[in-house]
């Protein structure tokens, strides 16, 4: 039997600033869209690989997301860490820690919260990128 994590959902409190956001300053393009009788839905994949995310929102949902504790942080692999940064904060993204060389693993990372409070992780490998993960230095 082989399993893979194909995609998951996020819901979101504004599905056209959430596209905005995930296109423009993120840079990951939507492949599909669809409209349920509850929610409106945007997949979103990089052409270079990785997982899929699909966006929702639901539209009996008022007010913010409610984060509560099962979710901690969505990692996003990317070449220049700090330019990522740059961009985000520039799009509204809360700085939660700036940019940093991690002395336990070859990697550069940043910490911000999206438009909806959700954590992203911005990670720049500078080696040995995991196997099977795509790697944005090589595109």
Same mark, same amino acid.
């Given at each position: 039997? @082989?399993?893979? %994590?194909?995609? =998951? *959902?996020?819901? !979101?409190?504004?599905?056209?600033? +959430?596209?905005? =956001?995930? /296109?423009?300053?993120?840079?990951?393009p939507?492949?599909?869209?669809t409209? %349920?009788?509850?929610?409106? /839905?945007?997949?979103?994949?990089?052409?270079?690989?990785?997982?899929r995310m699909?966006?929702?929102?639901?539209?009996?949902? #008022?007010?913010?997301?409610?984060?509560? +504790? &099962? =979710?901690?942080?969505?990692?996003?692999? #990317?070449?220049? *860490?700090?330019?990522? =940064?740059?961009?985000?904060? &520039?799009a $509204? *993204?809360?700085? !939660?820690?700036?940019?940093?060389?991690?002395?336990?693993?070859? @990697?550069?990372?940043?910490?911000?919260t999206?438009?909806? $409070?959700?954590l992203?992780?911005?990670?720049?490998?500078?080696?040995?990128?995991?196997?099977? !993960?795509?790697?944005?230095?090589?595109?």
């Amino acid at each position: 039997m @082989v399993a893979i %994590i194909g995609q =998951f *959902c996020v819901n !979101v409190s504004d599905l056209e600033r +959430s596209v905005a =956001f995930w /296109e423009n300053v993120i840079g990951i393009p939507v492949v599909s869209r669809t409209e %349920i009788e509850t929610a409106r /839905e945007a997949v979103l994949q990089s052409p270079h690989g990785g997982g899929r995310m699909q966006l929702a929102q639901q539209l009996a949902q #008022t007010g913010p997301i409610d984060m509560g +504790s &099962a =979710f901690w942080k969505l990692y996003v692999n #990317t070449d220049d *860490c700090a330019a990522l =940064f740059d961009k985000t904060v &520039a799009a $509204g *993204c809360e700085v !939660v820690v700036a940019p940093a060389r991690l002395e336990r693993w070859p @990697v550069t990372v940043a910490l911000v919260t999206d438009l909806d $409070g959700y954590l992203l992780e911005l990670i720049e490998y500078h080696q040995d990128t995991p196997a099977g !993960v795509p790697d944005p230095k090589n595109v």
